[in-house]
């Protein structure tokens, strides 16, 4: 983004209802979607599929936790950005894990169903992340929010490139790569989460 659309980005804080409203959606559009990917991933084999829902389901309640500290201090704000930055962590080692083992099948996914369902997340998502963006530049909390929308959006495109790349080599190599990459840029965004929250608590321990 450029830096005049950052200098016009109005002064929002954690209090702000626009920000409370928008985690409400985001935790509903994650939820929802979820479901309709495992499903989806369960009819296609598609192991970046899944990874996107996985992912969903840990938005969803990262988004939901969150809601539960938005007028807590700033300490337990920052202590819950910790938490997330953990999930995240997590679950890039999840996706990892299986896309090892999807690997010793070989079996490719369907494509069209891969294709289909990662443009209706991306559209999702895509609206999301634009309710998020205004609140990008806050504290820990607020970014791990914008980064988690940001990374699903991200990762729709991906998994709707692996379909393509399926279709078109009638191999699983391209489901796999997708997979991989979306576990890395989990783990890349729960080190940036990790070390904002870790540097706004240092302030409380040194009293």
């Given at each position: ?121 991306l559209a ?9 963006y205004r ?73």
């Amino acid at each position: 983004m450029s830096a005049s659309c950052c200098a016009h980005t109005p002064n929002v804080t954690f209090t702000d209802p626009r920000f409370r409203r928008a985690l409400w959606a985001a935790m509903i559009v994650n939820a929802s979607m979820f479901v309709g990917e495992v499903v989806a991933s369960a009819h296609s084999g598609s192991v970046s599929l899944l990874a996107d829902a996985v992912d969903f389901f840990g938005d969803a309640a990262n988004y939901a936790l969150s809601l539960a500290v938005l007028a807590m201090s700033a300490h337990i704000r920052s202590l819950a950005a910790v938490v997330k930055a953990g999930c995240m962590g997590a679950f890039g080692a999840f996706v990892l894990a299986r896309t090892a083992w999807a690997m010793q099948s070989g079996t490719p996914p369907e494509s069209i169903t891969m294709g289909s369902v990662a443009v209706a997340a991306l559209a999702a998502n895509a609206g999301v992340a634009w309710m998020l963006y205004r609140f990008r530049s806050g504290d820990a909390n607020m970014r791990s929010v914008w980064i988690c929308s940001r990374n699903d959006a991200i990762g729709n495109v991906a998994v709707g490139l692996a379909a393509l790349g399926v279709f078109g080599t009638g191999t699983a190599w391209p489901d796999w790569i997708v997979a991989s990459l979306m576990a890395t840029l989990a783990i890349s965004g729960a080190w940036t989460v990790w070390r904002q929250a870790h540097a706004e608590l240092r302030p409380a321990r040194a009293h």
